[in-house]
Structures are given as C-alpha cells and as structure tokens.
C-alpha cells in the first residue's frame, strides 16, 4: 500500500468517542473500560457513559479516549470486537 493511501483523514491526537454495544450484564461497562485502557491508559472511569436498550436486554456504552494514532484506535476495536461480552463496535 503506498504511503497516500496510509495518510488517515484523522488528525491526532483528539478526543475519539467509541460506541459499544452487548447484552445486559452488571459488569459490561468496567469490562469495557478495562479493554480500552490496555490501549489508552489515561482512559478514566469518567470517560464511559452507558445506556440501557429500551426492553432492558443490551447495554450500549460511549468511551471518549485521547486517541495518539490510527494503530491505537485499529487495536482499540480489534480488542473490543474480539470480546466476548461485545456485539457491535462503531
């Protein structure tokens, strides 16, 4: 891949929200937290929000990190994604 093709749109580093959804589960959210901090370390219980579906059965959760770099967020979601309590990454 030539180095054009390498250049991110994203400008680092910047405040990046991360959506994550899974089923209802009482630790989902420190859960999530855990797995991004392996990444991005000063990533704060403060930084998590969570939301509850409508009918109650899945969790959604928005992490704002300090993202450095396009490698940080692409281990972000690889990380996210492969956990078992996770669905959906946006």
Do not use: C, W
């Not at 059965?57 to 300090?66: E, L």
């Amino acid at each position: 891949m030539s180095d054009n093709l390498k250049t991110s749109i994203i400008e680092f580093p910047l405040d990046f929200p991360i959506k994550v959804m899974g089923a209802q589960h009482p630790e989902f959210a420190a859960t999530v937290l855990d797995v991004v901090q392996q990444h991005a370390p000063a990533t704060a219980a403060a930084d998590i929000n969570t939301r509850p579906s409508s009918k109650g059965n899945y969790i959604s959760a928005t992490v704002v990190i300090r993202a450095e770099s396009q490698e940080q967020l692409d281990n972000i979601y690889r990380a996210l994604s492969s956990h078992p309590m996770v669905k959906v990454v946006l």
